[in-house]
């Protein structure tokens, strides 16, 4: 792993301390898609770092005594007998087996999965262009509709049929003949009276017309989608008539009042089918708009291969209005149908499309289970009904080419699981070797201390149980991974030493030594801390009483405040940072931990370690100025995170209920946090407001320093006092 992982895992582990238990993993996946990071952070994950200082066995005393017997680990028993490795191996092939399994699976339904957003896209995509189409269509129609030239020659031409000449040479010079194939002029009571073929004699509208024809005079600019038409305007009924979309707006006179409608027609098979066929995907999919029976009113991307194949699915020319989209039964490529086409049933995207129509209801579809197109191909598919437009949309492409790389997932799995196969058992044969490795890494020293156990990792250190050689004093080793090593991690781990040294106060964790090992690794040895953070407790407790909050924030602000007056800022005030143990025989002892981030305000002198330290910290409690202005900061900032902290243990809940890290920020600056006493009443007030000028914005408005808090908190711990007794009562619940 590379020093930027390891940057990168220390980032991610940091974020997901943050998130609830149950969410750490599906955030993870969220964080970074990199197997290696995620692996990684997993393994962190495992110690749940919320404590790197924390011991599981309570009050206990940690240091395993020298003559205890050796523990006898499992792989004395696995490499000691031939047929218990033996079972061994086989069963863990199997697990591998079952997961090289499990993991193709999980691909070839993620390919699935990918291939049925991409038809959703399509359709959508289609649905967007449609729309926008239809709308420009329609304004254009308003816009010629609204002339006034054009209304009064419709006007004279409906007193007067002599001024036909007028309005047609109007017509044919006002109406852009690239775009527009047709026009109608239709009177109120349906009788289309004058259409662009001008040797046409009048002739009424199909009974059925008359809901279009009352939505026009009503106001309406409607769209009309291919019809396939009947004898009712067909001069030759053997032929298909031309294919065209309307889009009709009526015509008022000067009074405002309803006299006429006009009808543009633009070729269904130049922009209406253009804007389908834009959309096809790869080398057999295809969109296409079919009517309410399925009878298609676009051209098939496939009308010449279905031809070439000698099919009587439809005749020469266009494939508009010249078949419905129905399911051969077979692949016309191979076999020809046994029955006629008209007992074919619709294929399934018709189907769907036919009901919805019946339901007059908009609906989007998709199909995932392989079916047949009206080539009898095996596609997959989506499809949407207009009910507005009056026609559906359907986007297919063929099963084999959506799905054509699941073969080559199947066959590599197989290569990869065979290879992996013999690796494992290579693998096991080494393990002895490599966990007595391991054992010898565990027996190492640093300094004159014993490593017992790891306790807790983090991105950038590991913390192992060790004890003194001499005094078996138990102490807290942080140990900096060689792999995270670097200038900036090293003169951040030296500085928090050097810090932490300096600090004197009993609610400070305190430093006993500091040390860099022959090999290079640096290291330094801490109290041993029996007990549980801040998290933890509310965690266990949910909102902690008034009077043990006011006890622990007046320790805290005692640490803070020596810090302070030598010119240190912690910059990391959190729960995860603030312990509660019960040490030299006093219970709640609160011990400030994690000076990683702290700023020497005396002698920062802008480096580039402090350029990369002064914006990073835990986002929620972070003071508004860390993030517009990181390199200005002061002591106030740690009074805004002494707020935050305040307001979490009183309501067991975060200042902000936040979906990332960019939408902490933006609430820290812009979002005023609620009044701890609104969400719990027996608040005192003077605490409630002290906590919110904590958290005032401007750090001008919040108060100068802790030493105003002490006062306000001492003076409250008498009215409110949390008695040994009480502390004790707690603690004695969790020994034995």
């Known amino acids: 792993m590379t020093k930027d992982q390891y940057n990168t895992v220390q980032s991610i582990f940091q974020q997901l301390l943050e998130v609830p238990e149950a969410k750490r993993l599906n955030k993870l996946s969220e964080l970074s898609s990199d197997p290696e990071i995620i692996k990684e952070v997993k393994s962190l994950l495992e110690y749940n770092n919320d404590s790197t200082l924390l011991s599981n066995n309570k009050h206990s005393h940690p240091l395993v005594a020298t003559n205890k017997t050796k523990e006898k680990h499992w792989y004395s028993f696995v490499f000691t007998s031939t047929n218990v490795f033996r079972s061994t191996l086989a069963i863990a092939l199997g697990l591998l087996l079952i997961l090289g399994i499990w993991t193709h699976n999980y691909l070839r339904e993620s390919l699935l999965d990918v291939r049925h957003a991409e038809l959703s896209r399509t359709i959508n995509s289609l649905e967007l262009s449609l729309d926008i189409w239809i709308k420009d269509y329609k304004h254009d129609v ?196 046994e029955e006629p086409k008209e007992l074919w049933a619709l294929t399934k995207p ?35 009904w207009f009910p507005e437009y009056r026609f559906g949309v359907i986007t297919e492409i063929d099963k084999n080419e959506a799905y054509s790389i699941l073969p080559v997932i199947t066959t590599s799995f197989i290569i990869v699981g065979i290879v992996l196969g013999g690796f494992f058992i290579l693998s096991m044969f080494s393990t002895l070797k490599i966990v007595r490795l391991s054992e010898k890494m565990n027996r190492d020293k640093f300094g004159s201390y014993i490593i017992q156990k790891q306790i807790g990792e983090g991105g950038m250190s590991n913390v192992y149980l060790a004890g003194h050689e001499l005094l078996q004093r138990p102490t807290a080793l942080k140990v900096i991974k060689p792999e995270a090593l670097n200038e900036v991690s090293e003169s951040r781990f030296k500085a928090e030493a050097k810090q932490i040294s300096r600090l004197r106060n009993p609610h400070t964790i305190e430093l006993y030594d500091y040390g860099v090992t022959e090999q290079g690794t640096i290291y330094y040895a801490m109290e041993y801390l029996d007990g549980i953070n801040l998290k933890e407790l509310v965690k266990l407790t949910g909102e902690l009483p008034v009077n043990r909050t006011i006890k622990i924030l007046l320790d805290v602000c005692y640490s803070l405040k020596e810090a302070h007056d030598l010119n240190l800022i912690h910059r990391d005030i959190k729960p995860q940072n603030v312990m509660v143990c019960v040490l030299g025989g006093i219970y709640d002892m609160v011990k400030v931990l994690d000076f990683g981030l702290v700023k020497d305000l005396e002698h920062d002198n802008g480096e580039e370690l402090t350029k990369q330290t002064d914006i990073t910290g835990t986002p929620i409690y972070m003071a508004p100025e860390r993030i517009t ?61 002290l906590i919110s000028a904590c958290l005032e914005k401007d750090p001008d408005d ?17 009215e409110l006092p949390y008695s040994e007794e009480e502390a004790m009562s707690w603690w004695k619940r969790f020994e034995g």
């Open 350 to 384: 018709a189907q769907a499309i036919q009901t919805y129509a019946f339901l007059n209801e908009k609906k989007l579809g998709l199909i995932k289970e392989p079916y047949r197109d009206y080539r009898g191909e095996e596609v997959i598919g989506a499809w949407l």
């Open 142 to 337: 308003q816009s010629f509709s609204r002339d006034p030239e054009v209304k009064q020659a419709i006007a004279d031409y409906l007193e007067n049929p002599d001024f036909k000449p007028d309005i047609v040479n109007l017509f044919e010079s006002d109406l852009d003949l690239n775009r527009y194939s047709g026009y109608a002029i239709v009177t109120l009571d349906g009788m289309v009276i004058l259409t662009s073929d001008t040797t046409r004699k009048p002739f009424p509208l199909p009974n059925n017309s008359g809901e279009a024809i009352t939505s026009v005079i009503r106001g309406e600019t409607r769209f009309g989608p291919p019809i396939f038409l009947s004898e009712w305007n067909r001069a030759d009924s053997n032929s298909i008539p031309k294919q065209n979309v309307w889009v009709s707006h009526t015509i008022v006179n000067s009074e405002g009042i309803p006299i006429a409608i006009v009808s543009l027609a633009r070729a269904a098979k130049k922009e209406f089918s253009h804007l389908l066929s834009v959309t096809h995907m790869g080398a057999t999919g295809e969109s296409y708009a079919v009517d309410p029976n399925g009878m298609l009113l676009t051209n098939s991307r496939f009308q010449k291969q279905v031809l070439e194949l000698g099919s009587e699915h439809f005749s020469e020319g266009d494939s508009i209005y010249n078949f419905f989209v129905r399911d051969p039964g077979v692949s016309l490529k191979n076999h020809k149908p």
């Open 702 to 718: 919040r108060p100068e320093s802790v030493d105003f808090l002490i006062q306000v908190l001492k003076q409250l711990a008498i």
């Open 629 to 689: 202005t990181p390199t200005k900061t002061d002591t106030r900032c740690d009074v805004y995170a002494l707020g935050a902290l305040a307001f979490y243990m009183l309501t067991a809940k975060p200042l902000y209920n936040y979906k990332n890290d960019l939408d902490v920020m933006y609430q820290i600056i812009n979002t005023v946090p609620e009044n701890v006493n609104s969400l719990r009443n027996e608040v005192p007030e003077i605490l409630s407001n």
